[in-house]
């Protein structure tokens, strides 16, 4: 039996920062939580509504002006971080090839982007071009490829014990084999990791809908979240609720999946994070 670890003074602190930090940051969130089930709009906290209430999740469920938009951003945010993962993937697994001509130089010129960009009205343009303005899927396009998230899986790759690679060529592999059959089983934690920061960055972007986007059936929840609250554009519904309430519950809808989702993927993203650790 080993001995029991003396708590220090050090550790007493420690548990009382961390408690304060905690308290810091669910009191605001279950502020929201309350205030989005409570009929009456109050500014004071409670633990519990005093008016219990649906009627503002009802609202957004069959108000077209919260429901579009609301649809927009979960498929928008699913189809670009499929295709964000499809074009980091296979661009991280074709730049870890040592025998690849031009690796080098394809290499510089992506980690170029990540320095220098067009400006804002070159990419205006190019958009425009190519038709996504005023179009959704833009959001889809502009973040399908990320050279950062690519550069991870690179480095992931890159870990992975040579011998494997080797092991799969004699067994007669091909690249694209190796790829889907050895590589891929290996990098469940980088993709979860990788594929949560393509997810919240799609999700969460309203400054590319502002900028590109003025037709209202293509815009998504986040920027349709901004307008109601900062512009007071409230949508008229047949159903009796407060503005409080309905600024609160749409708060939750927009925070909600990412805060189901993470304690799933905690352990992936904590070991996707240090990608590229592991050693032959």
């Given at each position: 039996m080993g001995r029991k670890r003396k708590i220090t003074l050090f550790d007493i602190i420690n548990y009382i920062v961390f408690a304060i930090l905690s308290l810091i940051i669910i009191i605001p969130i279950w502020k929201v939580v309350v205030d989005s089930f409570n009929a009456v709009g109050v500014y004071k906290f409670q633990l519990w509504p005093s008016d219990p209430t649906l009627a503002g999740y009802q609202t957004i469920i069959h108000t077209a002006k919260l429901a579009r938009p609301f649809i927009n951003s979960v498929v928008t945010t699913i189809v670009g971080t499929l295709i964000g993962l499809i074009m980091a993937t296979l661009g991280g697994y074709v730049l870890c090839q040592n025998d690849m001509p031009g690796r080098s130089i394809f290499s510089y010129y992506?980690?170029?982007?990540?320095?220098?960009?067009?400006?804002?009205?070159?990419?205006?343009?190019?958009?425009?071009?190519?038709?996504?303005?005023?179009?959704?899927?833009?959001?889809?396009?502009?973040?399908?490829?990320?050279?950062?998230?690519?550069?991870l899986m690179k480095n992931f790759f890159e870990g992975i014990p040579i011998s494997l690679y080797e092991a799969a060529e004699l067994d007669g592999c091909s690249p694209m084999k190796i790829f889907t059959s050895v590589v891929l089983p290996l990098s469940k934690a980088a993709l979860a990791s990788v594929g949560l920061m393509f997810a919240v960055t799609i999700w969460n972007d309203y400054s590319t809908v502002q900028i590109y986007i003025t037709n209202p059936t293509q815009v998504n929840f986040q920027y349709q979240l901004r307008v109601m609250i900062m512009d007071g554009d409230t949508p008229t519904t047949a159903y009796k609720?407060?503005?409080?309430?309905?600024?609160?519950?749409?708060?939750?809808?927009?925070?909600?999946?990412?805060?189901?989702?993470?304690?799933?993927l905690q352990k992936y993203f904590v070991t996707g994070v240090n990608a590229g650790a592991v050693k032959e």
């Open positions: 992506l980690l170029f982007t990540m320095i220098f960009s067009g400006g804002m009205i070159p990419e205006y343009l190019v958009m425009k071009q190519l038709g996504l303005v005023d179009n959704m899927w833009i959001l889809v396009v502009k973040h399908g490829m990320n050279v950062y998230n690519l550069v609720v407060s503005q409080n309430t309905l600024y609160y519950a749409s708060i939750v809808c927009a925070i909600l999946p990412f805060m189901v989702a993470y304690p799933f």
